[in-house]
């Protein structure tokens, strides 16, 4: 650089500053081009996962594998007949507004959505299944429909006489005249154990079954009688 009395010229100390100005150009235009280019990058990949997990929602939406059902249930046995009070989960498959939890009133009849009133006591599970499938197909198409006891409340004994809590008690199945008594705290003391019995409808006749306590006590099991729904165990 030619200098003037010892100083830069005035056209090298532009030519510098030129020279520093493009420089500085360069750099923000490389910074530029990079930055556009992440940006197309991300929406890209951005765009990529939005296609894939519209396409999962489509092929889940289109058929595959049916929602489990509920697992929540009491255990109910092949001959079980729905009852009075009884609690029941009625799920249609696609339809959350006809699925719902009905309680069998006293007249044995539950209310549903588009099928009204429906009398169900004395069905079984299946059975209710069955109709309530022909009920929906005027207004469903190929309607898929569960029935789970969620609450059993019909079977129930019936405790009178010399003992701690009389009342009504439920059964699960396979209860004993012991367990029952047991659950309502034991006979009283002035009770008259050897001559405890059971009332039981038997092809609608009123049959009375002796029941021997004390055998019972000693660990003779046959002689603890398994109970049935509507039983009347009466302890004198």
């Keep these: 650089m030619r200098l003037v ?29 990079a930055q556009t280019a992440v940006a197309q990058s991300d929406a890209s990949a951005d765009g990529s996962a939005k296609k894939e997990e519209k396409s999962k929602s ?31 989960m009625i799920s249609v ?8 939890t009905v309680v069998v009133r006293p007249d044995g009849m539950i209310t549903l959505p588009l099928v009204n009133d429906l009398h169900v006591a004395g069905l079984k599970p299946i059975e209710l299944q069955q109709i309530l ?3 929906f197909k005027p207004f469903l198409s190929e309607p898929q429909v569960t029935v789970i006891v969620q609450g059993i409340r019909s079977r129930k004994v019936f405790l009178v006489g010399n003992v701690s809590k009389q009342g009504s008690y439920s059964l699960d199945g396979g209860e004993t005249i012991l367990q029952v008594l047991a659950a309502s705290g034991g006979v009283s003391t002035f009770a008259k154990a050897d001559s405890i019995y059971v009332l039981r409808t038997v092809n609608n006749k009123q ?12 660990g003779k099991s046959k002689e603890d009688i ?11």
């Design 207 to 218: 049959v009375r079954i002796p029941f021997q306590y004390k055998q019972a006590l000693r």
């Design 133 to 135: 499938i022909e009920k």
């Design 58 to 88: 489509k092929s889940q939406g289109s058929g595959g594998a049916k929602p489990a059902a509920p697992e929540t249930g009491a255990a109910v046995d092949s001959d079980y007949r729905i009852g009075l009070a009884d609690q029941l």
């Design 5 to 33: 009395n010892g100083f830069p010229s005035i056209a090298g100390k532009i030519g510098l500053r030129i020279s520093v100005l493009l420089a500085a150009l360069v750099a923000i235009s490389a910074v530029v081009v």
């Design 93 to 100: 498959w696609k339809e959350p507004e006809l699925s719902m």
């Design 226 to 236: 398994v109970l049935q729904p509507g039983d009347v165990i009466v302890v004198p």
